[in-house]
């Protein structure tokens, strides 16, 4: 009998050996997966942000359209009011990704908890008289207009989060009665 105790004591110090791998290897991977999960909220938050803050851009754009008493306004691509000429059907308009913003563009008047504040860029793209006869028409839907002339912008913003490593550029259009 105490040849067989003296043979299983070295086999309870191998299964205690696997056991504890196996327990490292568990904390190991459960470390790795809350690490994931943290990039992943991290990386949600700042997708957000820098959609909102590109939203800011947007209405600010909006205000200064809805502001502004000339289209003569759009006349300063150094600032980031440009107007589109009516006789280049090949416009393709700003290089958006340009890698400075700052010389070339508006910034929006809300301040935001970001890297740097939004910015934003007009395009006037010329006059269009509304039809008479359609349904949905800038003014009000569903309603018969009169044919008004109505002033059309393509404003373009640049949002960033709370590091520069990435951007979120949202676009829109608006119309006006021209002024």
């Known amino acids: 009998m105490i040849s067989n105790r003296q043979k299983q004591q070295g086999v309870a110090l191998v299964v205690s050996l696997i056991i504890l791998v196996s327990l490292t290897m568990l904390g190991l991977t459960s470390i790795q997966r809350t690490t994931t999960d943290l990039a992943m909220a ?59 913003w700052n010389t070339s563009s508006q910034q929006a008047s809300t301040a935001l908890d970001a890297w740097e504040q939004p910015r934003y860029m007009i395009e006037y793209l010329g006059d269009r008289s509304q039809n008479p006869l359609a349904g949905v028409n800038i003014g009000s839907y569903g309603t018969i207009q009169s044919g008004d002339i109505v002033s059309i912008y393509r404003s373009t913003s640049r949002g960033v989060g709370l590091t520069v490593n990435s951007f979120r550029y949202v676009q829109s259009y608006f119309g006006k009665d021209k002024p």
């Open 42 to 100: 991290g990386n949600q938050r700042e997708t957000g942000l820098m959609f909102q803050a590109a939203e800011v851009g947007l209405s600010s754009a909006e205000t200064f359209i809805g502001n502004s008493t000339t289209n003569a306004d759009f006349n300063n691509a150094g600032l980031g009011l440009i107007t589109v000429p009516d006789d280049n059907p090949a416009y393709n308009g700003p290089d958006y990704f340009r890698p400075n």
